[in-house]
Nanobody
Framework: QVQLMESGGGSVQAGGSLRLSCQSS????????MRWYRQAPGRKREMVAAITTGGSSDYADFVEGRFTVSRDNDKDMVYLQMNNLKIEDAADYYC?????????WGQGTQVTVSE
């Protein structure tokens, strides 16, 4: 069964940091471009960051240099380092990729940011 699994979410105060991790069952992440998405209550899912198989990255404008997406091909993991978190960053965060012509995501990991 093909699965993506996110971890690393939690509760932090504004200005704090979290590192999210993404691993898979059934898909070699190192062979796939990967994206991080987030969805806050009542809002649409939005792309946060993307990383190619070669390690090139791209970010949504709201990231403003605070987040870094990376991958460890030896461990077949993808990460999202989030620094200087803001209240508005609170959301469920998902990693995703394209598989068999369609998009797949994990169950998500929750990020809560308080004042």
């Amino acid at each position: 069964q093909v699965q993506l699994m996110e971890s690393g979410g939690g509760s932090v105060q504004a200005g704090g940091s979290l590192r999210l991790s993404c691993q898979s069952s059934g898909i070699p992440l190192r062979l796939n471009g990967m994206r991080w998405y987030r969805q806050a209550p009542g809002r649409k899912r939005e792309m946060v960051a993307a990383i190619t198989t070669g390690g090139s990255s791209d970010y949504a404008d709201f990231v403003e240099g605070r987040f870094t997406v990376s991958r460890d091909n030896d461990k077949d993991m993808v990460y999202l380092q989030m620094n200087n978190l803001k209240i508005e960053d609170a959301a469920d965060y998902y990693c995703g990729t394209v598989y068999n012509g369609g998009g797949i995501w994990g169950q998500g990991t929750q990020v809560t940011v308080s004042e």
